[in-house]
């Protein structure tokens, strides 16, 4: 059962996710480079999230929220609009339920997202990149087939679900005293502060977001929820805005934000293909860009830091784009 | 002790190898992926050694040998030419046993396995490309210092080291039935050969070699060596010739081979990106591509395969075209 709307999860929320969606996916290996430990200066453990079913941590939360459908409503379907990642985990989610899945995505998604979407079986339907077009399409989407919306992050059993990562991670890392992960519409950064914080009130939670969509800084900052300002990041997958639910969860557990440019996140990116070997989105290398920004920055910092790395879904061709040198 | 020149290691040579190592070396994780046991219609057992220490297999082989010298030989250093990862491998090895590394290198060698020798604290001496310049420069390493050759290949020590990558592989998944590797020099096919025919007769090896460089072929098709032919390949850590040693362990140990156009390692790679977020170098994905190449010719393949993907070290400005679409 997911909480009402209006009610945070609790650490028992992300618990009772963990026993739900195991089996149903991978417990993903944490990865540590002695290059990264020096140019950090502490002990760096990087979830690899990559490596999840569907390519990145998002499988978590959808699948919490499908598998927690009572059978009746389960059947008749679920839909969403993503731009990318909660498309390919939803359409996963619903295959592994064996009920129906409809996904709104943009025509600029990437390639690779649409793909995978179709892949696991999702009836895709391309719309133009803006909210209205894709709040347009989905209620025509659910008006004609009664499949219930799973929102990519502001949603609790979703933001439950992405809390699983953070468990796993401190029971594999019990030593870690901060936990770095990416900010976009805040489902994981909430899910993440709620399993960190709810396991052990003294981890901290730094969330980083591209400086061009700074909302959760600027929202933090203020006190409150400010959606306004420039959206524009290579970090595809982080274009999105805190919800009021997910402002809220940030606030409550004293989420610090961090932001970096986007030769910050390209120069992370390289860093993980080059010492890891690991091929990660820019949105997944994103909360190392903002740990090495930090450390440049000569911030106070544990023995040992968790680093949310969230995806690797990234079409071949934008690759040297992305991994260009920074300019 | 290492075996006398002459004297073939054996699967013993290759247990001995594995204890000497132990601690030294990562045990790196075996990968696997739904859509490439599709494409190749059995299970396929990646095993990761691109995540080796040093990027690459070639740390077990250098380790090997230079673990095996009694002190005072050790003391005087150790001396290779080498192209790229058993530069860095030795290296490694030195720094290791705390003697001294001296390394000659072509000009042309990959810009990543230049730093990454000098990185782990060898002298390099660059060269120009050409194996006479090489072992000119060597020779002159050796005379100045007393140091040891430590051959990439041909040296009984360093091909039972790189058994013991197989010999992992086939305790982590013993169904095996065959083992895929690269072949160039041949050290690591035939540490593969000697440890898996040693660990079971049953299983059969596979080498993969660039069209472009099918001396192996050539010479296991005449029942003699042929270094003669064409050798060009993108995969520029497969672009030497079977020794005498290498060969006859090859077809004592009757090893296949099969050889791959430079546009199916591309694709190997690009699956290897696209599918398991890893980046290889292109001798790393050769053996992905070879046995892809005899899944489609439909050879007949046991319920699960093994795959040695051999090393990720490639620089970053190559991976454009390395990833390119075929021509």
Redo the contacts between chains.
């Keep these: 059962m997911t909480a009402a709307v209006g009610d945070p999860p609790t650490i028992d929320d992300v618990r009772a996710a963990a026993v739900r969606i195991e089996g149903h996916v991978h417990r993903t290996?944490v990865m540590t480079s002695a290059t990264i430990d020096a140019l950090v200066g502490c002990r760096v453990h990087l979830k690899a999230e990559?490596?999840q079913r569907g390519?990145a941590f998002k499988a978590r939360g959808a699948l919490n929220a499908v598998l927690a459908l009572d059978d009746e409503t389960a059947a008749r379907g679920v839909a969403a609009h993503s731009s990318g990642n909660h498309a390919a985990a939803l359409a996963l989610a619903a295959r592994q339920r064996g009920v129906p899945c409809h996904v709104v995505m943009p025509s600029t998604a990437p390639r690779?997202k649409q793909e995978a979407t179709a892949g696991y079986g999702a009836e895709v339907t391309l719309c133009e990149p803006t909210l209205a077009a894709r709040e347009a399409a989905l209620a025509e989407v659910i008006d004609r087939t009664g499949a219930t919306e799973v929102h990519p992050y502001d949603h609790p059993a979703v933001i439950a679900g992405q809390g699983t990562a953070t468990l796993e991670l401190l029971e594999q890392v019990p030593a870690i005293g901060v936990v770095v992960v990416p900010v976009s519409g805040g489902g994981l950064a909430s899910g993440t502060a709620i399993a960190a914080r709810g396991h052990d009130p003294s981890v901290a939670v730094w969330g980083v977001e591209p400086a061009g969509v700074a909302d959760a800084q600027r929202s933090l900052t203020a006190g409150q929820r400010i959606t306004e300002g420039n959206t524009t990041s290579i970090a595809d997958g982080l274009l999105a805005v805190l919800s009021e639910r997910t402002f809220s969860i940030l606030q409550a557990h004293e989420v610090g934000i961090v932001t970096v440019t986007d030769d910050e996140i390209r120069a992370a990116m390289?860093l993980l293909?080059?010492r890891?070997?690991?091929?990660?989105e820019p949105s997944g290398a994103t909360a190392l860009a903002g740990l090495l920004a930090q450390a440049r920055g000569g911030a106070a910092l544990p023995g040992d830091v968790g680093v949310i790395v969230s995806g690797?879904n990234v079409d071949?061709?934008r690759?040297?784009v992305l991994?260009?040198?920074p300019s």
Tied chains: 1, 2.
């Design positions: 290996p990559h490596l390519g690779s390289a293909a080059t890891l070997k690991q091929v990660v690797g071949l061709d690759l040297p991994l260009g040198s």
